[in-house]
């Protein structure tokens, strides 16, 4: 759900639905452990928010929490980046949130200095991610937007 984060082991299973948010899955290069978030804002979190996992600062420190509490850490591990997608691209061209969001992630886990493996962001299309903790990649689909008519509603 959005502003959720999970980690596990080999087998758990992690499933997010993503429009402009974007999640970020951290494994350790064996894919045996791994944590992953769902960002739907990024900056710096207001003091009524500062526990908020749903800021992008937070939720990357949970995550770095979570493996350290499992024996990895952050630095070692290989990142998963999905979503990003302009949801209301007749409004917004290029500089949108979800580009904003996607940006924000990738120059983060970059200071950081953690590897991306693979990376979907953008467009204007909605991302079902699963992934089965484990040697397999996360599965994405693309679920476009279809924009309705106004004068048929």
């Known amino acids: 759900m959005p502003g959720d984060v999970a980690d596990g082991v ?16 951290l494994t350790d290069p064996r894919r045996t452990v791994a944590a992953m978030c769902h960002i739907v804002h990024v900056g710096t979190p207001n003091a009524a928010n500062a526990n908020n996992a749903a800021y992008g600062c937070i ?35 290029a500089r949108n949130i979800g580009m904003t969001n996607a940006e924000w ?28 903790v484990g040697p397999e990649v996360p599965t994405v689909e693309a679920v476009l937007v ?7 509603l």
């Open 10 to 25: 080999a087998g758990d299973q992690f499933k997010t639905l993503l429009g402009s948010c974007v999640s970020i899955i």
């Open 59 to 93: 939720a990357l420190e949970d995550m770095h929490r979570r493996l350290q509490r499992r024996g990895v850490t952050t630095r070692m591990c290989e990142a998963y980046v999905y979503g990003g997608g302009n949801m209301f691209a007749q409004l917004f061209g």
């Open 105 to 132: 992630v990738l120059d983060a886990l970059e200071s950081e200095g953690i590897r991306v493996v693979d990376q979907q962001v953008g467009g204007n299309s909605y991302r079902k991610v699963a992934w089965t």
């Open 146 to 152: 279809v924009e309705q008519d106004s004068r048929a």
